[in-house]
T-cell receptor, first 110, second 113 residues
């Protein structure tokens, strides 16, 4: 079983739609969680950290469910510019390295 | 943007030749990482460093070595390049404090023919 798993998609949604991605992680000791965005042939860029109480940044909302070991990303009012691959990233307690999911591809259509 | 520069940006080399990729940072961050990214595999950790001369292996370290003689530079060497090492290589940095996220360089696209 992979340490961090994501549905690869693609998720094809119309502009203005709300879309949500989940990411599951296998290590219950994981302590830090992030969502990154990656555009085609570019480097991943930090979208947002995920806090235990959930957090929001504009149209983006991240949630953490420790009991079920997953994090989620909700995008409201999707824009064409939101089309990208979204990577889930987890850091485990005591480890120096971070583990990436394979990413979920989102395509927002006009 | 975090001050990370990778060089070269693109390289084509032949099987069996040595190749060195360079990552340079101006942030004075403690941690530096090398990842490779391939279709269907996502980002996989090759090696990382937690200080000058302190390095450790990641999940796909075979065929790669690294060196960090200065805080700002982290070198990735393919001793004898193989076609399976054709990939996009990303360097990333992270401060040594807390659970801070990674910041990535622009990547190096390596083709081994």
């Amino acid at each position: 079983r992979k340490e961090v798993e994501q549905d690869p998609g693609p998720f094809n949604v119309p502009e203005g739609a709300t879309v949500a991605f989940n990411c599951t992680y296998s290590n219950s000791a994981s302590q830090s969680f992030f969502w990154y965005r990656q555009d085609c042939r570019k480097e991943p860029k930090l979208l947002m950290s995920v806090y235990s109480s959930g957090n929001e940044d504009g149209r983006f909302t991240a949630q953490l469910n420790r009991a079920s070991q997953y994090i989620s990303l909700l995008i409201r009012d999707s824009k064409l510019s939101d089309s990208a691959t979204y990577l889930c990233v987890v850091k485990d307690t005591g480890r120096r390295a971070l583990t990436f999911g394979s990413g979920t591809r989102l395509q927002v259509q006009p | 943007d975090a001050g990370i520069t990778q060089s070269p940006r693109h390289k084509v080399t032949e099987t069996g030749t040595p190749v060195t990729l360079r990552c340079h940072q101006t942030e004075n961050h403690r941690y530096m990482y090398w990842y490779r990214q391939d279709p269907g595999h996502g980002l996989r950790l090759i090696h990382y460093s937690y200080g000058v001369k302190d390095t450790d292996k990641g999940e796909v370290s075979d065929g790669y070595s690294v060196s960090r003689s200065k805080t700002e530079d982290f070198l990735l060497t393919l001793e004898s390049a193989t076609s399976s090492q054709t990939s996009v290589y990303f360097c990333a940095i992270r401060p040594g404090t807390g659970d801070s996220p990674l910041h990535f360089g622009n990547g190096t696209r390596l083709t081994v023919t």
